[in-house]
């Protein structure tokens, strides 16, 4: 059994040792060596930037390998911007 460290409720006691377990802890039928969003039920494992991080986990907006404040504004804009879905998604338009 996994040894919590303190302050780990039993719960996620549980879903810790299911992802040792099954090694897929999203249960997306990606093992967790191969998913690029490990935390994030995503079996199509889409990565339109290419970066090895699927688009459910990306937070790197402008693609400079850091996930920081101007990202946080980027994406701030384009979900408030005229056409959101594509600014987020373009793959889906
Ligand atoms: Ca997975
Ligand atoms: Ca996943
Ligand atoms: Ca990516
Ligand atoms: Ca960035």
């Known amino acids: 059994m996994y040894n919590p460290a303190p302050g780990v409720t039993r719960d996620m006691q549980v ?19 191969s998913d690029n969003c490990a935390l994030q039920p995503n079996p199509a494992q889409t990565d339109t ?3 090895g991080y699927g688009n459910l986990c990306d937070f790197d907006y402008n693609g400079d390998c850091v996930a920081n404040v101007i990202d946080l504004g980027m ?4 979900f408030f911007g005229t ?10 338009t």
């Open 15 to 33: 879903y810790l040792q299911d992802c040792i377990d099954d090694n897929d802890c999203d249960d997306d039928g990606v093992d967790n060596s």
């Open 49 to 51: 930037d290419a970066d």
């Open 75 to 78: 994406f701030r804009n384009a």
């Open 83 to 92: 056409d959101p879905i594509h600014a987020l998604a373009p793959h889906l």
